[in-house]
Protein backbone atom coordinates (compact mmCIF):
# COMPACT_ATOMS: atom_id res chain seq x y z
CA UNK A 1 0.00 0.00 0.00
CA UNK A 2 1.34 3.48 -1.02
CA UNK A 3 1.40 6.24 1.07
CA UNK A 4 -0.75 8.07 -0.62
CA UNK A 5 -3.37 5.05 -0.28
CA UNK A 6 -2.95 5.03 3.62
CA UNK A 7 -3.93 9.26 4.16
CA UNK A 8 -6.16 9.92 6.12
CA UNK A 9 -7.42 13.39 6.44
CA UNK A 10 -9.76 13.79 9.60
CA UNK A 11 -11.99 17.01 8.92
CA UNK A 12 -13.40 18.48 12.08
CA UNK A 13 -15.22 21.44 11.50
CA UNK A 14 -15.54 23.75 14.88
CA UNK A 15 -17.68 26.82 15.37
CA UNK A 16 -16.02 28.55 17.35
CA UNK A 17 -16.90 31.80 19.43
CA UNK A 18 -15.13 34.89 18.91
CA UNK A 19 -12.98 36.37 21.59
CA UNK A 20 -12.11 40.30 20.95
CA UNK A 21 -12.54 40.36 17.14
CA UNK A 22 -16.12 39.42 15.26
CA UNK A 23 -15.20 37.12 12.48
CA UNK A 24 -18.57 36.40 10.93
CA UNK A 25 -19.88 35.22 7.20
CA UNK A 26 -19.42 38.75 6.07
CA UNK A 27 -17.19 38.15 3.50
CA UNK A 28 -18.44 41.55 1.45
CA UNK A 29 -17.14 43.52 3.97
CA UNK A 30 -14.15 45.81 3.07
CA UNK A 31 -10.90 44.85 3.81
CA UNK A 32 -9.30 47.05 6.25
CA UNK A 33 -6.68 49.95 5.46
CA UNK A 34 -2.60 48.84 6.31
CA UNK A 35 0.13 50.47 6.19
CA UNK A 36 2.37 49.66 3.17
CA UNK A 37 5.35 47.45 3.82
CA UNK A 38 8.79 49.95 2.88
CA UNK A 39 11.80 48.66 1.89
CA UNK A 40 13.57 50.72 5.19
CA UNK A 41 15.39 49.33 7.93
CA UNK A 42 11.79 48.83 10.26
CA UNK A 43 9.81 46.60 10.50
CA UNK A 44 6.60 47.67 9.44
CA UNK A 45 4.61 49.78 11.68
CA UNK A 46 1.34 47.91 12.47
CA UNK A 47 -2.16 48.85 13.32
CA UNK A 48 -5.18 48.18 15.24
CA UNK A 49 -7.93 46.88 12.83
CA UNK A 50 -11.63 45.64 13.16
CA UNK A 51 -12.40 43.15 10.02
CA UNK A 52 -15.34 40.67 9.27
CA UNK A 53 -13.25 38.47 7.52
CA UNK A 54 -13.63 34.95 8.48
CA UNK A 55 -10.78 32.63 8.85
CA UNK A 56 -10.90 29.18 7.67
CA UNK A 57 -7.81 27.20 8.81
CA UNK A 58 -6.88 24.05 7.51
CA UNK A 59 -3.52 22.54 9.30
CA UNK A 60 -1.04 19.78 7.14
CA UNK A 61 0.26 17.36 9.84
CA UNK A 62 4.00 16.30 9.35
CA UNK A 63 3.43 12.74 10.75
CA UNK A 64 1.59 11.50 13.59
CA UNK A 65 3.51 11.58 16.71
CA UNK A 66 3.48 13.21 20.25
CA UNK A 67 4.74 16.69 19.23
CA UNK A 68 2.80 17.05 16.34
CA UNK A 69 -0.37 16.27 17.89
CA UNK A 70 0.40 18.43 20.89
CA UNK A 71 1.08 21.22 17.96
CA UNK A 72 -2.52 20.35 16.36
CA UNK A 73 -3.79 20.21 20.16
CA UNK A 74 -2.39 23.92 20.62
CA UNK A 75 -3.47 25.09 16.79
CA UNK A 76 -7.06 24.08 17.74
CA UNK A 77 -7.38 26.31 21.27
CA UNK A 78 -5.57 29.29 19.25
CA UNK A 79 -8.22 29.37 16.68
CA UNK A 80 -10.95 29.07 19.72
CA UNK A 81 -8.91 32.08 21.30
CA UNK A 82 -8.85 34.49 18.01
CA UNK A 83 -12.29 33.40 17.22
CA UNK A 84 -11.20 31.37 13.31
CA UNK A 85 -14.43 29.75 12.57
CA UNK A 86 -12.79 26.45 11.57
CA UNK A 87 -10.29 24.60 11.99
CA UNK A 88 -9.31 21.13 9.51
CA UNK A 89 -6.75 18.53 9.64
CA UNK A 90 -5.18 16.24 7.35
CA UNK A 91 -1.97 14.13 7.71
CA UNK A 92 1.11 14.29 5.26
CA UNK A 93 2.63 10.84 6.02
CA UNK A 94 5.76 12.84 5.49
CA UNK A 95 5.33 13.11 1.76
CA UNK A 96 5.55 16.31 0.51
CA UNK A 97 2.98 15.38 -2.99
CA UNK A 98 0.62 14.54 0.15
CA UNK A 99 1.07 17.76 1.19
CA UNK A 100 0.46 19.79 -1.95
CA UNK A 101 -2.80 17.59 -2.55
CA UNK A 102 -3.96 18.21 0.63
CA UNK A 103 -3.54 21.65 0.36
CA UNK A 104 -5.39 22.39 -3.18
CA UNK A 105 -7.99 20.24 -1.41
CA UNK A 106 -8.76 22.77 1.42
CA UNK A 107 -8.05 25.69 -0.62
CA UNK A 108 -10.74 24.07 -2.80
CA UNK A 109 -13.40 23.86 -0.49
CA UNK A 110 -12.96 27.10 1.09
CA UNK A 111 -10.08 27.24 3.58
CA UNK A 112 -8.39 30.28 3.34
CA UNK A 113 -5.24 29.94 6.13
CA UNK A 114 -2.90 26.94 5.39
CA UNK A 115 -0.81 25.82 8.21
CA UNK A 116 2.16 23.87 6.63
CA UNK A 117 4.54 21.41 8.75
CA UNK A 118 7.20 21.85 5.74
CA UNK A 119 8.58 18.69 4.87
CA UNK A 120 11.54 18.70 2.47
CA UNK A 121 10.40 22.36 1.10
CA UNK A 122 9.58 21.31 -2.39
CA UNK A 123 5.93 21.13 -1.34
CA UNK A 124 5.60 25.25 -0.50
CA UNK A 125 6.26 26.63 -4.02
CA UNK A 126 3.36 24.52 -5.69
CA UNK A 127 0.90 25.29 -2.28
CA UNK A 128 1.44 29.16 -2.75
CA UNK A 129 0.92 28.87 -6.56
CA UNK A 130 -2.61 27.06 -5.25
CA UNK A 131 -3.12 29.77 -2.41
CA UNK A 132 -2.25 33.13 -4.78
CA UNK A 133 -5.55 32.85 -6.92
CA UNK A 134 -7.55 32.12 -4.22
CA UNK A 135 -6.49 34.32 -1.50
CA UNK A 136 -5.70 32.13 0.90
CA UNK A 137 -2.65 32.66 3.18
CA UNK A 138 -0.25 29.95 4.28
CA UNK A 139 2.68 29.72 6.64
CA UNK A 140 5.51 27.15 6.52
CA UNK A 141 7.80 25.67 9.54
CA UNK A 142 10.93 23.85 9.67
CA UNK A 143 11.88 23.07 5.57
CA UNK A 144 11.96 25.97 2.96
CA UNK A 145 12.21 25.86 -0.46
CA UNK A 146 15.83 26.41 -1.80
CA UNK A 147 15.86 30.20 -2.20
CA UNK A 148 12.11 30.79 -1.69
CA UNK A 149 11.19 32.43 0.98
CA UNK A 150 8.34 34.63 1.79
CA UNK A 151 9.40 37.95 0.10
CA UNK A 152 10.42 35.71 -2.59
CA UNK A 153 7.06 35.93 -3.70
CA UNK A 154 3.34 37.84 -2.84
CA UNK A 155 1.90 38.22 0.49
CA UNK A 156 0.05 35.32 0.55
CA UNK A 157 3.05 33.20 1.61
CA UNK A 158 3.05 35.39 5.00
CA UNK A 159 5.74 33.91 7.01
CA UNK A 160 8.41 31.18 7.43
CA UNK A 161 9.33 29.83 11.07
CA UNK A 162 12.63 27.71 11.71
CA UNK A 163 14.06 26.48 14.67
CA UNK A 164 16.99 28.47 15.64
CA UNK A 165 19.60 25.42 14.87
CA UNK A 166 22.37 24.90 14.66
CA UNK A 167 22.36 27.03 18.41
CA UNK A 168 19.52 24.93 19.55
CA UNK A 169 20.60 21.18 19.31
CA UNK A 170 24.01 22.30 19.42
CA UNK A 171 23.36 23.51 23.63
CA UNK A 172 21.48 20.30 24.08
CA UNK A 173 24.12 17.98 22.73
CA UNK A 174 26.97 19.65 24.54
CA UNK A 175 25.68 19.64 27.70
CA UNK A 176 25.59 15.39 26.84
CA UNK A 177 28.97 15.42 25.97
CA UNK A 178 30.09 17.87 28.89
CA UNK A 179 28.73 14.91 31.42
CA UNK A 180 29.68 12.29 29.40
CA UNK A 181 33.56 13.56 29.43
CA UNK A 182 33.01 13.90 33.03
CA UNK A 183 32.37 10.44 33.17
CA UNK A 184 35.01 9.26 31.40
CA UNK A 185 37.43 11.13 32.30
CA UNK A 186 40.43 10.86 29.71
CA UNK A 187 38.77 7.63 28.31
CA UNK A 188 37.50 7.76 24.39
CA UNK A 189 33.75 8.07 24.05
CA UNK A 190 31.69 7.16 20.91
CA UNK A 191 28.65 9.05 20.08
CA UNK A 192 25.82 7.69 17.59
CA UNK A 193 23.79 10.46 15.53
CA UNK A 194 20.17 9.59 14.81
CA UNK A 195 19.39 12.48 12.03
CA UNK A 196 16.71 14.11 10.41
CA UNK A 197 14.43 13.62 7.27
CA UNK A 198 17.37 13.30 4.39
CA UNK A 199 17.70 16.57 2.34
CA UNK A 200 15.56 19.18 4.72
CA UNK A 201 17.27 22.17 5.60
CA UNK A 202 16.20 21.61 9.31
CA UNK A 203 17.78 18.39 9.75
CA UNK A 204 20.74 19.11 7.45
CA UNK A 205 21.32 22.60 10.34
CA UNK A 206 20.63 20.38 13.55
CA UNK A 207 23.37 17.71 11.87
CA UNK A 208 25.38 20.56 11.63
CA UNK A 209 25.05 21.51 15.27
CA UNK A 210 25.50 18.17 16.98
CA UNK A 211 28.92 17.47 15.02
CA UNK A 212 29.70 21.01 16.30
CA UNK A 213 29.18 20.25 19.36
CA UNK A 214 30.92 16.89 19.51
CA UNK A 215 34.06 18.17 17.66
CA UNK A 216 34.35 20.41 20.71
CA UNK A 217 35.34 17.54 22.77
CA UNK A 218 39.04 15.86 21.72
CA UNK A 219 37.84 12.71 23.43
CA UNK A 220 34.53 11.74 21.80
CA UNK A 221 33.65 11.13 18.45
CA UNK A 222 30.70 10.13 16.27
CA UNK A 223 31.43 6.55 15.07
CA UNK A 224 28.05 6.15 13.30
CA UNK A 225 24.90 8.06 11.71
CA UNK A 226 22.12 7.19 10.23
CA UNK A 227 18.73 9.20 9.33
CA UNK A 228 15.68 8.46 11.55
CA UNK A 229 13.64 10.99 9.35
CA UNK A 230 11.51 12.26 12.46
CA UNK A 231 9.96 8.82 13.25
CA UNK A 232 10.75 6.72 16.03
CA UNK A 233 10.37 3.58 13.99
CA UNK A 234 12.63 4.26 11.46
CA UNK A 235 15.02 5.70 14.60
CA UNK A 236 14.48 2.47 16.75
CA UNK A 237 15.84 0.56 13.60
CA UNK A 238 18.50 3.20 12.95
CA UNK A 239 20.21 2.91 16.29
CA UNK A 240 20.18 -0.73 16.12
CA UNK A 241 22.03 -0.90 12.78
CA UNK A 242 24.59 1.67 14.49
CA UNK A 243 24.83 -0.68 17.60
CA UNK A 244 25.58 -3.90 15.23
CA UNK A 245 28.03 -2.12 13.40
CA UNK A 246 29.76 -0.15 16.14
CA UNK A 247 28.62 -2.04 19.50
CA UNK A 248 27.51 0.26 22.44
CA UNK A 249 27.77 4.20 22.66
CA UNK A 250 28.44 6.61 25.25
CA UNK A 251 25.81 9.02 23.66
CA UNK A 252 23.48 9.24 21.37
CA UNK A 253 21.95 12.75 20.01
CA UNK A 254 18.90 12.37 18.17
CA UNK A 255 17.43 15.43 15.97
CA UNK A 256 14.85 15.52 17.47
CA UNK A 257 12.70 14.27 20.46
CA UNK A 258 9.77 11.81 18.65
CA UNK A 259 12.80 9.88 17.37
CA UNK A 260 13.92 9.65 21.30
CA UNK A 261 10.73 7.71 21.98
CA UNK A 262 11.47 5.17 19.34
CA UNK A 263 15.21 4.66 20.58
CA UNK A 264 14.98 4.69 24.08
CA UNK A 265 12.94 1.13 24.14
CA UNK A 266 15.49 -0.13 21.48
CA UNK A 267 18.49 0.61 24.00
CA UNK A 268 16.61 -1.21 27.30
CA UNK A 269 15.92 -3.73 24.65
CA UNK A 270 19.26 -4.54 24.29
CA UNK A 271 20.65 -4.60 27.83
CA UNK A 272 21.13 -0.90 28.19
CA UNK A 273 20.47 1.43 30.88
CA UNK A 274 19.33 4.74 29.50
CA UNK A 275 21.18 7.59 31.94
CA UNK A 276 23.23 5.04 33.07
CA UNK A 277 25.61 3.34 30.94
CA UNK A 278 24.17 5.41 27.42
CA UNK A 279 23.01 8.64 27.62
CA UNK A 280 20.44 10.35 25.59
CA UNK A 281 19.88 13.91 24.26
CA UNK A 282 17.36 15.50 21.73
CA UNK A 283 15.72 18.36 20.47
CA UNK A 284 12.08 20.17 21.28
CA UNK A 285 10.95 19.31 24.23
CA UNK A 286 8.11 16.74 24.04
CA UNK A 287 6.26 16.06 27.25
CA UNK A 288 7.31 12.35 27.38
CA UNK A 289 10.73 13.16 26.88
CA UNK A 290 10.64 15.82 29.83
CA UNK A 291 9.20 13.14 32.19
CA UNK A 292 12.45 10.92 30.90
CA UNK A 293 15.02 13.69 31.97
CA UNK A 294 12.79 13.53 35.48
CA UNK A 295 13.75 10.25 35.82
CA UNK A 296 17.40 10.58 34.00
CA UNK A 297 16.90 8.58 31.26
CA UNK A 298 17.49 11.57 29.13
CA UNK A 299 19.82 13.68 30.20
CA UNK A 300 18.99 17.09 28.08
CA UNK A 301 16.86 18.37 25.56
CA UNK A 302 16.08 21.76 23.82
CA UNK A 303 12.59 23.19 24.14
CA UNK A 304 11.29 25.61 21.61
CA UNK A 305 7.29 24.00 22.33
CA UNK A 306 5.24 22.63 19.80
CA UNK A 307 2.80 25.28 21.07
CA UNK A 308 5.03 28.19 19.51
CA UNK A 309 4.95 26.46 16.45
CA UNK A 310 0.87 26.63 17.17
CA UNK A 311 0.45 29.98 18.21
CA UNK A 312 2.59 32.47 15.67
CA UNK A 313 1.67 30.70 12.24
CA UNK A 314 -1.63 30.39 13.35
CA UNK A 315 -1.52 34.52 14.75
CA UNK A 316 0.73 35.62 11.68
CA UNK A 317 -1.93 34.27 9.16
CA UNK A 318 -4.84 35.67 11.12
CA UNK A 319 -3.43 39.06 11.46
CA UNK A 320 -2.65 38.89 7.94
CA UNK A 321 -5.72 38.39 7.11
CA UNK A 322 -7.65 40.90 8.75
CA UNK A 323 -5.28 43.73 6.66
CA UNK A 324 -1.94 44.12 8.92
CA UNK A 325 1.04 44.02 7.33
CA UNK A 326 4.35 43.03 7.75
CA UNK A 327 7.78 44.00 6.49
CA UNK A 328 10.38 41.90 4.22
CA UNK A 329 12.87 41.26 7.72
CA UNK A 330 9.91 40.23 9.79
CA UNK A 331 8.73 37.63 7.55
CA UNK A 332 11.13 35.16 7.99
CA UNK A 333 11.76 34.45 11.73
CA UNK A 334 14.05 31.85 13.81
CA UNK A 335 12.53 30.36 16.82
CA UNK A 336 15.13 30.01 19.76
CA UNK A 337 14.87 27.68 22.61
CA UNK A 338 15.57 26.88 26.00
CA UNK A 339 17.55 24.05 27.56
CA UNK A 340 16.49 21.29 29.60
CA UNK A 341 17.95 19.17 32.16
CA UNK A 342 16.46 17.73 35.51
CA UNK A 343 17.71 20.99 36.87
CA UNK A 344 14.66 22.89 35.40
CA UNK A 345 12.41 20.12 33.78
CA UNK A 346 9.90 20.58 36.58
CA UNK A 347 8.61 24.04 36.10
CA UNK A 348 8.88 23.61 32.43
CA UNK A 349 6.30 20.74 32.50
CA UNK A 350 3.99 22.48 34.86
CA UNK A 351 3.67 25.74 32.32
CA UNK A 352 3.38 23.94 29.54
CA UNK A 353 2.13 20.68 29.99
CA UNK A 354 0.14 21.15 33.38
CA UNK A 355 -3.53 20.88 32.20
CA UNK A 356 -5.20 20.05 28.92
CA UNK A 357 -7.19 23.08 29.33
CA UNK A 358 -4.92 25.86 29.41
CA UNK A 359 -3.18 27.01 26.19
CA UNK A 360 0.29 28.32 27.85
CA UNK A 361 0.45 31.44 25.57
CA UNK A 362 -2.07 34.35 24.54
CA UNK A 363 -2.55 34.44 21.16
CA UNK A 364 -4.49 37.83 21.93
CA UNK A 365 -1.50 39.15 23.15
CA UNK A 366 1.00 38.31 20.72
CA UNK A 367 -1.75 39.64 17.75
CA UNK A 368 -1.01 42.74 16.67
CA UNK A 369 -4.50 43.10 15.71
CA UNK A 370 -5.40 42.88 19.52
CA UNK A 371 -1.74 44.77 20.66
CA UNK A 372 -0.59 46.87 17.77
CA UNK A 373 2.03 48.58 20.68
CA UNK A 374 2.19 46.09 23.52
CA UNK A 375 2.12 42.70 21.45
CA UNK A 376 4.87 40.06 22.98
CA UNK A 377 5.54 37.03 21.18
CA UNK A 378 5.95 35.14 24.30
CA UNK A 379 8.73 33.45 23.01
CA UNK A 380 12.40 34.56 21.78
CA UNK A 381 12.43 35.38 17.67
CA UNK A 382 15.00 36.29 15.86
CA UNK A 383 14.90 37.54 11.91
CA UNK A 384 16.88 34.88 9.27
CA UNK A 385 19.88 36.12 7.44
CA UNK A 386 18.53 35.21 4.09
CA UNK A 387 22.50 35.73 2.66
CA UNK A 388 23.29 33.01 5.29
CA UNK A 389 20.27 30.64 5.68
CA UNK A 390 21.46 28.55 2.46
CA UNK A 391 25.07 27.94 2.43
CA UNK A 392 26.33 24.73 2.58
CA UNK A 393 22.36 23.59 1.85
CA UNK A 394 21.55 25.02 -2.07
CA UNK A 395 23.19 26.82 -4.23
CA UNK A 396 21.28 29.50 -5.79
CA UNK A 397 20.07 29.42 -9.04
CA UNK A 398 21.09 31.21 -12.06
CA UNK A 399 20.78 34.76 -12.41
CA UNK A 400 19.00 34.68 -8.79
CA UNK A 401 19.15 37.74 -6.46
CA UNK A 402 17.67 37.98 -2.63
CA UNK A 403 14.37 40.42 -3.45
CA UNK A 404 15.25 44.52 -3.61
CA UNK A 405 13.13 45.08 -0.31
CA UNK A 406 14.65 42.53 1.49
CA UNK A 407 18.42 43.87 0.71
CA UNK A 408 17.63 47.19 0.96
CA UNK A 409 16.12 46.99 4.64
CA UNK A 410 19.16 44.35 5.52
CA UNK A 411 21.47 47.10 4.47
CA UNK A 412 19.77 50.02 6.24
CA UNK A 413 20.30 48.04 9.93
CA UNK A 414 16.96 46.06 9.29
CA UNK A 415 17.87 42.76 10.82
CA UNK A 416 19.51 44.22 13.72
CA UNK A 417 16.40 46.26 14.44
CA UNK A 418 14.10 43.69 13.85
CA UNK A 419 15.71 41.76 16.68
CA UNK A 420 16.12 44.77 19.01
CA UNK A 421 12.14 44.90 18.80
CA UNK A 422 11.13 41.73 18.72
CA UNK A 423 13.42 41.95 21.75
CA UNK A 424 11.65 44.68 23.48
CA UNK A 425 8.29 42.98 23.31
CA UNK A 426 9.55 40.05 24.55
CA UNK A 427 8.13 40.23 28.14
CA UNK A 428 6.89 37.12 29.34
CA UNK A 429 9.80 34.97 29.12
CA UNK A 430 9.70 31.52 27.58
CA UNK A 431 11.33 30.22 31.58
CA UNK A 432 8.25 32.14 33.54
CA UNK A 433 7.11 29.16 34.92
CA UNK A 434 4.51 31.29 36.89
CA UNK A 435 2.87 32.62 33.99
CA UNK A 436 -0.30 30.37 33.54
CA UNK A 437 -1.43 31.32 29.15
CA UNK A 438 -4.94 30.87 28.56
CA UNK A 439 -7.55 28.78 30.09
CA UNK A 440 -10.09 27.84 27.77
Not at 46 to 68: C, D, F, M, W
Not at 131 to 155: C, I, K, L, R
Not at 385 to 394: F, M, N, P, Q, T
Amino acid sequence: MSRRDVLRMSAVGLAMAGIGVACGNDDDAPAPAATAAPATAAPTQTVAVVSRKEGRLAHLILTPNQYTRTMADAGRQTVEVLGISAYTEGNTNLDPVNSVDLARQYIGSGHNMIWVSGIDGSEVRPINQAATPAEAYHSQMWAAGPWFMPVDTNEYYTAFWDLHDPPNIYGSTKLMCQEIVNRLGSAEGKIFHIAGFPGGSLAFRRTAGVHQAVDEFPTLSIVGELPGSWDPVLAQQAFQDLVGRHGKPDGVACSNDAMLTGVLPAAEGLGYTPGDDVLFCGQDGNPDILENIQRGEVFSTNFHGPHSFAVHPITRMYDTLQGVEFGPIERQMWVNGIHVTQENVDGLISRYYGAEDRLPFDPILASRVHNPDSWDPQTSLAAIHLEEYWVGIADPPSGYQLPSDWSEAAAAGGIAETDALYESHYKIKMDNFDFTGVQL
